[in-house]
Structure formats: C-alpha cells, structure tokens
T-cell receptor
C-alpha cells in the first residue's frame, strides 16, 4: 500500500527557534497533502492544505506566518514552525490522498516539544 | 454546523465481549466516512471506509461498521474484543473536499 513518511519523528527545540518537519509520499505522487495537529488525548485538527505549485490554504485560526508550508515537489511537503513557543508543543501529522482508491494515507507523526 | 460527533469519550469492555462505538455526522450530503485506530505512539491505521453501496462495511481486524442515512450515523462494531484492540478510535468524514474532519475520539479499554 501507499506509504507516507515524516521526519523527524521527534524534535525538541528551544523557544524562539524554528523547526522544519518533512512529509513524504514514498511510492506515489501527491499534489495535495494535509497537515494536522493533535494535542495530548485530543483529536486531530486540520491545520492546512498543502498544494503543489501554489500557496497552502489554512484553516481558520491557524497563523500562516507561524506555520509555513511549502509543497516543494509531488512527493514532499514541509511544515516549518517559526518562532516556536511552548504552546506549539504538539503532535503534527501529515496525510496524502492516493487517487487510486481515494484514501488518505497518514504519516506516523512528529512530536514537537518546545522548551 | 458541520461536525463529527463521537459521544463516548471512554469505553471499557471485557475481553471477548461485543463492542459498538458510536459516530454521528452533520453534513449536507453524505460524506465519505472512515474509522481509524491509533495506538499509543503510533500513527493512524484505517479500519474501514464507506463511500457508497452496501451500508454494512467490513474492515480489518474483524471490525465492521453500518452506515445509516436516516440517523446520520456510522457506528463501528466488533463481535468479540481482544486485549490488543485497546486503543483510541477516531471516526472521520471527508465532505468531498479531500480534507478529513475527525471526531473527538473514543478511548477503548479492554478488561481481562
């Protein structure tokens, strides 16, 4: 089946720094990818839709200047958390739809801890 | 407002007992419907999905779900729960835009 990877799986950064998270579709191309955030013991909340070749679209309440998304190629989307704060600590998950069966394939997630 | 509701935050069942996890959605048209399972520290695993056709859907690990249009529900069932089924279960809908909307999740505890 289709596989989506994320890197890194866990990152710790200091407050005020930026951190980049990569999402890759390993064996299929994805013109669209999605980024979610999951706080402990809570559900996944859609943050933004990453579009290859165009700007990302952000959900209401998500700061586009803080969460920079770049869909560099048909297999790679990156989420950069800029000027990170402790409240940005969360589990970030990406997904990519495979047109073949119209399923979303989820990455394993990246745990971000901001100290 | 469009929403996905999982009314039960936490359910405890005995091993071998049957299970039903509830999910209701509120969207104008029938969206695509999914159930995912997430074990601690693990990614999301798709259990089953409903797009159209037969309203009783079979999934992996012995799970099934029934779509009931009149009730806007898509409840997940399993006739006999195993200890390894303990996890967080998410109902999700895709209202044809390609983005997923998740319910709050139901945490399943299995008693020996």
């Amino acid at each position: 089946g289709a596989v989506v990877s994320q890197h890194p799986s866990w990152v710790i950064c200091k407050s005020g720094t930026s951190v980049k998270i990569e999402c890759r579709s390993l064996d299929f191309q994805a013109t669209t990818m999605f980024w979610y955030r999951q706080f402990p013991k809570q559900s996944l909340m859609l943050m933004a839709t990453s579009n290859e070749g165009s700007k990302a679209t952000y959900e209401q309440g998500v700061e586009k200047d803080k969460f920079l998304i770049n869909h560099a190629s048909l297999t790679l989307s990156t989420l950069t958390v800029t000027s990170a704060h402790p409240e940005d600590s969360s589990f970030y998950i990406c997904s990519a739809p495979w047109i073949g069966n119209y399923e979303q394939y989820f990455g394993p997630g990246t745990r971000l801890t901001v100290t | 407002a469009q929403s996905v509701t999982q009314p039960d935050i936490h359910i405890t069942v005995s091993e071998g007992a049957s299970l039903e996890l509830r999910c209701n959605y509120s969207y104008g048209a029938t969206p695509y419907l999914f159930w995912y399972v997430q074990s601690p520290g693990q990614g999301l695993q798709l259990l089953l999905k409903y797009f159209s056709g037969d309203t009783l859907v079979q999934g992996i690990k012995g799970f099934e779900a029934e779509f009931k249009r009149s009730q806007s529900s898509f409840n997940l069932r399993k006739p006999s729960v195993h200890w390894s089924d303990a996890a967080e279960y998410f109902c999700a809908v895709d209202p044809s835009k390609g983005d997923m909307r998740f319910g709050a999740g139901t945490r399943l505890t299995v008693k020996p």
